[in-house]
C-alpha cells in the first residue's frame, strides 16, 4: 500500500496526500490522509468511504 496519494486539496492546490494513519476496524480499513501543503485531512474506509 502507498505512502501518498494524489488527489486535488480543497483547502489549496496542492494534490499531494500522506498517510497519517491505518487500522483495521469492522467496516473495512480505515486509512486517514493528510495534505502535505495546508493540513487538510480526510478519512477513507476500505478506498469507499470518504469523510471529505
Excluded at 476496524?25 to 477513507?44: A, N, V
Amino acid at each position: 500500500m502507498s505512502l501518498e496519494m494524489e488527489r486535488d486539496c480543497p483547502e489549496c492546490d496542492s494534490n499531494e496526500f500522506w498517510k497519517t494513519a491505518y487500522m483495521e476496524i469492522h467496516l473495512g480499513k480505515k486509512t486517514k490522509w493528510r495534505c502535505s501543503d495546508c493540513g487538510f485531512g480526510f478519512i477513507q474506509i476500505d478506498g469507499d468511504i470518504r469523510t471529505a
